[in-house]
């Protein structure tokens, strides 16, 4: 199986929650298509859209946050999808990188996709696979402190909208929707 079938095989697996969803989801098949690089290759912004996997890690009601430093944001974990890498071994692998824990999936597939246009001085899109892991609301993780300043858990209802991914109040309410928050 190629590379591009193995991305078109977990974008297939996401139901789309809006009309938002359905767009991004189809410009990325329609990327992932057109035999375009997927995987970063030289940071920050080579190519200038690619592969990032995040792992919201929850508790019934409840997501951990970190204060990202380089972005300025509260933000669910995650990170780029190396050259090859399933989106799937990148959660294992940055999830031990910056929570230092194994990755305990809610559900084996991504259950979002956004693509967001960053800022900075090396702007790009990030095309980004969200996959739900399952964490302990009354423990803090051992975070990596290069990464976040902090980390913290909020109720879903009090997350911090205005500081964070733009997308992350959707992916909330998709999550609550489908009641994948164990």
Known sequence: MTYAAIIKAELRMIQPVDLLEYDHLDRARRWVQSGQPLCRTA?????????????????????????????????????????????????????QEELRRPAQFLHPAPLFLTISETIGANPHEDVCLWYALKGDADRLPDYDAREYRTMRWFAFNDAPLEDTDPN???????????????
């Open 43 to 95: 940071p920050p912004a080579t190519p200038p859209m690619h592969l990032v996997s995040y792992f919201p890690v929850v508790d019934g009601g409840h997501i951990l946050l970190g204060d990202h430093i380089s972005s300025g944001l509260w933000l669910p974990p995650g990170g780029h999808v190396e050259p090859d890498e399933h989106p799937r071994d990148t959660v294992a692998r940055e999830c």
């Open 168 to 182: 992350l109040e959707r992916f909330l309410g998709k999550l609550s929707d489908q009641s994948v928050d164990a």
